[in-house]
């Protein structure tokens, strides 16, 4: 949290995309911590798949420690290029198992909300996907077995593990106004328990820790049929927790719904250090052509202002974006890009400040 008004960030550019869009953010950032007497610093921190090609890894010597002791959050863009890859043909230079793991950042936190003139259907969306973030399937990363007849990863969870997400979501939901279609704090469980032992498992506990928040409504979904209802009914819905695999599944299918992954924000939260990024990836065919849509980019950075107790900053930037929607400024064309191009959202964001 900020105590003397300073705020010392560290900005992972990454490929494709990721410098516009992190360009984007800190203009966005800058302007409106001036007006409110916060000073931002700035300090770049190389990762990705071309600091991967340069050096062998996808993130500086000593970075995860900075980023423990040194900053008071990062700003990370999209990294991974589809042409650089381990040779078992999994991506390399992706930074998700570096970070997650390497800060402990449990908790993904993804917002899905509605934009003033896109895609509205008359009935808003405002929730919050709680996703585990450093167990699950992906834990699996990098150590599932393969031969030239079958392969196999491992889904794993742990009490620990599903406690401290399942409490963070409930903590979130008391704090939250509660969901758009019926004003009432709660929390939805998407699970697979009744096919999957370690879904079970995650349910009996979300149950356990529902009990101590009488205050918010537990609530339950099976995976297939909270991607039904996301889509058919997202007003029901408020915060929803989830083992990793399947929130980010879910993320994306909210995103479809609200104006595509270039609108939508991530905070990876841990007890210790966060980071903040878009929930996309590097889309190089759309590097240096302008069209990128850095909506994502600055929303994720209005969370590393909430995250940092600069609340007020945070609203004022929010505002705005949903102002340079509203008021025609910002258009998206079918394929999610800005018409007005990137520059175009970051000056509109900035006026409207």
Request: hydrophobic share 40%; charged share 25%; with cysteine.
């Amino acid at each position: 949290m900020i105590h003397t008004g300073r705020v010392l960030v560290a900005c992972i550019e990454g490929d494709g995309i990721g410098p516009e869009l992190v360009s984007s953010a800190r203009e966005v950032l800058t302007a409106a911590a001036a007006a409110d007497g916060i000073t931002i610093e700035f300090a770049a921190e190389p990762g990705g798949a071309r600091t991967f090609t340069e050096t062998g890894a996808p993130l500086a010597e000593g970075a995860l420690e900075r980023f423990r002791t040194t900053y008071d959050a990062v700003l990370k863009g999209p990294v991974g290029l589809p042409e650089v890859r381990h040779p078992d043909g999994t991506e390399a230079g992706v930074l998700g198992g570096v970070l997650r793991t390497g800060l402990d950042t449990y908790a993904n936190v993804r917002p899905v909300r509605s934009l003033p003139g896109v895609r509205e259907t008359g009935s808003p969306v405002d929730y919050v996907i709680v996703r585990e973030n450093t167990e699950g399937l992906y834990l699996s990363r990098g150590s599932g077995v393969r031969n030239a007849h079958a392969a196999s990863d491992q889904l794993l969870m742990t009490r620990v593990g599903v406690e401290r997400i399942v409490r963070y979501a409930f903590e979130l939901a008391r704090g939250r106004t509660g969901a758009p279609k019926d004003g009432v704090r709660r929390v939805t469980c998407v699970d697979k328990s009744n096919v999957l032992r370690s879904f079970a498992f995650f349910r009996a506990i979300f149950d356990e820790v529902a009990a101590e928040y009488p205050d918010v409504e537990a609530d339950h979904r099976y995976t297939d049929a909270a991607a039904h209802d996301l889509v058919a009914d997202p007003g029901h819905f408020d915060v929803l927790v989830t083992e990793n695999f399947v929130g980010d599944m879910l993320s994306d299918l909210g995103a479809a719904t609200v104006g595509g992954l270039g609108t939508c924000p991530s905070g990876n939260i841990g007890d210790t250090a966060a980071y903040f990024e878009p929930v996309h990836g590097s889309a190089p065919s759309l590097a240096g052509t302008g069209r990128a849509n850095p909506t994502s980019q600055i929303r994720s950075a209005v969370m590393l202002l909430e995250h940092v107790g600069a609340t007020a900053t945070a609203r004022r930037i929010d505002a705005a974006v949903a102002a340079a929607y509203a008021d025609g400024a910002v258009r998206l064309r079918a394929d999610g890009t800005p018409e007005c191009g990137t520059d175009g959202v970051t000056r509109a964001v900035i006026d409207r400040l």
